[in-house]
């Protein structure tokens, strides 16, 4: 038995916690906001992100962060944009070498670190890890068969992950990669939009496979680029979480882009959903290929769809009708 703390109580933050609580953890799931404190205490459910799953009264619902002082693991579960200013928050916390997993798939808002960077620069005196792969929260909390990878510079550290958080429904693989597993993550959602852009508009599946093989080749040139392994893009945090996100209609991002896709105004169909973190991780990811000198047509079509109001229909056809070039080859535009 393990005790942790689970900061950030939306779907996942709360579906990690049922599930860690199910398996015999002793769990606390904290919010900021004391109102969804309230809600969940009443309710013992999260009606509006994660309806229909119960949260047992095992886990203690708190707005006291100091709760994470003495976990044997702090799971951060809040969206990138809240991880620098809730990681802060831990700093007087949480003591020399606590490991803190990070379940936010996304960068910095408006910049270019990886979350991961972020904790560190906000925590140094802590070990940090990050949990990805195909994992909805719908799923995971109900016991469903899932698979993610736990990745960190500290070894020592991503197996204590995956020696807690492992067991027969959930199955976690430990990898050192962690700036590939935590592209693979950050970056799928923007195909994810893509391929949600694509149903939308009500083409086939021949577009949808295409986005997603063509999605991971850029993802993975980035990422190569970035000091990543090429294998970990042919893993559970690359390929797998791509697959499940393009194709669930679990995944914001997907559903976000079948509403842009009918027609609905970018701005709004990303407020429609809770979370949407392909908005902003197009925008950081069209800032990494600039700087990186790596050419992602995709997610540069998705940028000018997202932030400069271009059609979908055109940003497809120019996509169609790039230079013809090997499909092996990975750097013809690169300087
Ligand atoms: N929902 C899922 O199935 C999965 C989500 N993720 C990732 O987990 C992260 C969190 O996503 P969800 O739980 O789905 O989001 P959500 O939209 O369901 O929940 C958001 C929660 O974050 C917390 N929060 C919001 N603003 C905050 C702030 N300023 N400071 C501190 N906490 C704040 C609140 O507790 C809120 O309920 C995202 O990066 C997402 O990509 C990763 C894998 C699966
Ligand atoms: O990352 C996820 C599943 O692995 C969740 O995807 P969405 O954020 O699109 O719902």
């Given at each position: 038995m393990a005790r942790i703390a689970v900061?950030?109580?939306?779907?996942?933050?709360?579906?990690?916690?049922?599930?860690?609580?199910?398996?015999?953890?002793?769990?606390?799931?904290?919010?900021?906001?004391?109102?969804e404190?309230?809600?969940l205490r009443r309710d013992r459910e999260h009606k509006k992100l994660l309806p229909g799953v119960m949260i047992p009264d095992s886990v203690r619902i708190t707005n006291d962060i100091h709760t994470a002082a003495d976990a044997d693991l702090v799971i951060l579960a809040v969206p990138s944009f809240a991880v620098r200013s809730t990681a802060s928050m831990l700093r007087k916390?949480?003591?020399?070498g606590a490991v803190v997993a990070n379940l936010a798939k996304g960068f910095e808002q408006d910049g270019t670190k990886r979350l991961s960077q972020v904790i560190a620069e906000e925590l140094p005196q802590v070990r940090v890890v990050v949990i990805s792969g195909p994992s909805h929260a719908e799923e995971v909390s109900r016991g469903?068969?899932?698979?993610?990878?736990?990745?960190?510079?500290?070894?020592?550290?991503?197996?204590l992950v995956q020696d807690i958080?492992?067991?027969?429904?959930?199955?976690v693989y430990v990898n050192p990669d962690i700036v590939g597993v935590e592209l693979g993550?950050?970056?799928?959602?923007?195909?994810?939009?893509?391929a949600g852009i694509c149903d939308g508009m009500g083409l086939g599946d021949n577009t949808k496979a295409a986005l997603m093989t063509r999605g991971l080749t850029e993802i993975a040139r980035l990422g190569v680029k970035m000091g990543a392994q090429t294998e970990?893009?042919?893993?559970?945090?690359?390929?797998g979480d791509l697959i499940v996100t393009c194709t669930s209609m679990h995944s914001r991002n997907r559903r976000a882009g079948i509403l842009m896709g009918q027609?609905?105004?970018?701005?709004?169909?990303?407020?429609?959903?809770?979370?949407?973190?392909?908005?902003?991780?197009?925008?950081?990811?069209?800032?990494?290929?600039e700087q990186y000198q790596v050419v992602m047509p995709i997610t540069e079509e998705c940028y000018q769809v997202l932030f400069n109001n271009k059609d979908p229909q055109k940003a497809l056809a120019d996509l169609m009708v790039r230079p013809k070039c090997s499909e092996t080859e990975h750097t013809w535009l690169d300087k």
């Open positions: 900061l950030g109580s939306g779907s996942w933050g709360t579906a990690i916690a049922v599930m860690a609580d199910r398996h015999g953890h002793q769990v606390s799931l904290w919010s900021v906001f004391p109102e404190v309230d809600c916390v949480l003591p020399d469903i068969p899932t698979t993610v990878v736990s990745a960190s510079h500290d070894q020592e550290a991503a197996t958080l492992m067991n027969p429904d959930f199955r993550g950050a970056l799928k959602n923007i195909v994810a939009l893509a970990t893009f042919a893993g559970l945090s690359g390929i027609g609905v105004p970018t701005k709004e169909a990303v407020g429609r959903l809770s979370t949407v973190e392909g908005y902003h991780a197009t925008y950081s990811a069209k800032l990494l290929s």
